[in-house]
């Protein structure tokens, strides 16, 4: 149901998710969206009852546990046909925990219990992936951050993944008409958005041609990682370029709307200066970007 909703926004099953849910439950660093394992994080839940059992013997229904079904026992030692659903589910918790590889009774006879830590410790370790500031450190709206997450994966429905899935035959650019519709052609060796992401490189006074998808994700991750406002800004201004391309290019192909270059860059650059108005440390160095290029 969570997939469908992120999806779709409904929980009707309708089309093809983008990304693999479970990539999606990995942390941002890692190249996920740090979505709950709802299932993992249940299944814990119910394990910190058993812990509750063994530790907090003052409760009254760990004290009714006890005196009907555990009788002097760890609780991880019994099993109780003859209980209530709950019961059981929570005296057969350790089943799960055993096939995750880990002891329940060095589990079980900790001080602590916290839910969150044995989700992260069951959901181990992971490589970073070298674009992660892109979207973790990323003041953009969450739209544009999630377009944004979409092209770093190459995940958006560009017309050449759908003509792949014999879903189309035309793969033709809806913004210049000129050449295939790809994610490095999109982003920026299209007419149309190299000249408004040279437009926006300008306002930045960064002074480099644009390029295609694969080298400006590149130069991003080797140029604008760092803590600094003016990579902070362009890691937004990134996001929000990649946001507005794609919506243009769906309005072209769905509402047979268009809006000219001009349009979109003022309408990136007031985006951008809503979103760094609400950030204090961000204020100085707008008030030079307070222009169009
Ligand atoms: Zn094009």
Redesign the pocket.
Known sequence: MCKRFLWNGETQVKGKALVVWDILCWPKVAGGLNVIDIYMWNKIAILKHLWDLNKKKDKLWIVWVHTFYLKGRKPWEVIVNQASWIVRKILQARHWLEEKGLQIAEVMETNEFCINAMYKKLRGEYIKVPWRRMTCNNQGSPKWLFALYLAINRRLYTRDRLARWGITNDTL?P?????H?THQ??FFT????RMLWQKLLNWLSINRASNGWTEELNWAVEHASSKTIIAEVYRMTLAAIIYYIWQERNYRIFQNKERNIEMINRAIIQGIHCRASMIPRFIGFMQKLNFYP
């Open positions: 650019c913004l210049c008409m000129e050449a519709e052609h999109l299209c007419i149309y958005s």
